[in-house]
């Protein structure tokens, strides 16, 4: 069975976007690659499958590195199986930032929190 077969059949058994390390992890051992790097050899694949399909592709990339089935977004149980939504336009003077629910940015500076909201 080759390695998308097998990240489709996790992506719609789990139901909602993952990234490779959690596919990786729930694939195991039926992967069909012996590589060291198992997460590698999955991204890469995923991202051949979208550049070469496109549109038509089974997969699509919902953030950077989280993937799903195309299906599950266009039918509408990826928002839904999310606590929240993908996409949030609330940050329109920052175009070049991916648009997400504070709660969803990581921690990464806690004592600058206040800082940043105050702006």
């Known amino acids: 069975m080759s390695t998308l077969l097998i990240v489709e059949e ?4 789990r139901g909602t976007p993952m990234v490779v390390r959690e596919i990786v992890q729930l ?21 051949m499958d979208i550049k070469k399909h496109g549109d038509e592709s089974r997969f699509t990339r919902v953030s950077p590195g ?8 266009l039918g509408g149980s990826v928002g839904a199986a999310m606590d929240t939504p993908l ?3 609330d940050m329109p003077d920052m175009p070049h930032m991916p648009h ?5 940015i990581p921690d990464i500076a806690p004592d600058m929190s206040s800082e940043i909201a105050s702006s």
């Open 66 to 73: 989280r993937y799903t089935l195309r299906e599950l977004v």
């Open 100 to 104: 997400m629910p504070p709660e969803m």
């Open 10 to 13: 996790v992506l719609r058994e």
């Open 27 to 47: 694939a195991a051992e039926r992967l069909p690659t012996k590589s060291k790097t198992p997460d590698t050899v999955v991204a890469r694949d995923l991202a």
């Open 87 to 89: 996409i949030v336009s």
